[in-house]
């Protein structure tokens, strides 16, 4: 292969990585249509995101089931941050990375579209650690789990926005139906509040 042709093709190669891994919003392709997107909340600067907890309702029986209604991120400088909460269920106990450690992927389940009978739209959630621990949400078994978001590599979290069905009143509510979190701009070096100072080394996010 000639070289400048060998060189070319690497600079192109390494320009789509370069976009692929050096995106700040990581988001998944099954999340729910309905509702309207919420502003976006942000852990204090310096901190990061490295826990979280959702608020779920209870199976409804023969009533209107919403699932999934609400998503808490814990941030590392002990403060908490959420974007739109639907108004029924309870908050769950709060799950967290090993200490140092912070959020950095997801995955959300999610129920189609069920035409007719009730709709439900997203019902839990999963989140990958720094280290690669999973934490997955209590949330309910319907509907199915989509791919992995990318990563946000050793950089993790920091911000999260939800979209959210207002109270349709006597019709068929879904509650939460997607969310998209934000990359920490660089490395935070906020002490844990865990006991454990994160590393201050950046890597490049991975895909998965």
């Known amino acids: 292969m000639d070289i400048s042709l060998h060189a070319t093709l690497v600079l192109v190669l390494c320009g789509c990585l370069q976009g692929a891994w050096g995106q700040a919003k990581i988001t998944v392709s099954n999340g729910g249509k309905w509702g309207t997107w919420g502003p976006e909340q942000s852990c204090p600067k310096g901190s990061f995101a490295d826990g979280f907890a959702i608020k779920v309702q209870t199976p409804q029986l023969t009533g209107d089931d919403t699932a999934l209604n609400g998503i808490r991120l814990s941030c590392s400088d002990g403060t908490t941050i959420q974007s739109n909460v639907g108004p029924w269920g309870h908050w769950s106990q709060m799950k967290k990375c090993p200490p140092g450690k912070r959020l950095t992927q997801f995955r959300l389940r999610v129920e189609k579209c069920q035409g007719l009978k009730d709709d439900t739209a997203a019902n839990n959630i999963k989140f990958y650690c720094t280290d690669g621990t999973e934490?997955?949400?209590?949330?309910?078994?319907?509907?199915?789990?989509?791919?992995?978001?990318?990563?946000?590599?050793?950089?993790?979290?920091c911000s999260m926005a939800s979209r959210e069905e207002a109270p349709q009143e006597k019709g068929d509510n879904t509650a939460l139906n997607d969310v998209y979190f934000k990359c920490c701009s660089e490395t935070p070096t906020f002490q844990s509040t865990q006991g454990t100072t994160p590393s201050s080394t950046t890597?490049?996010?991975?895909?998965?």
């Open 135 to 157: 934490l997955q949400g209590a949330g309910r078994c319907w509907g199915t789990w989509g791919p992995q978001s990318l990563s946000c590599g050793q950089n993790g979290i």
């Open 203 to 208: 890597t490049a996010p991975q895909l998965q």
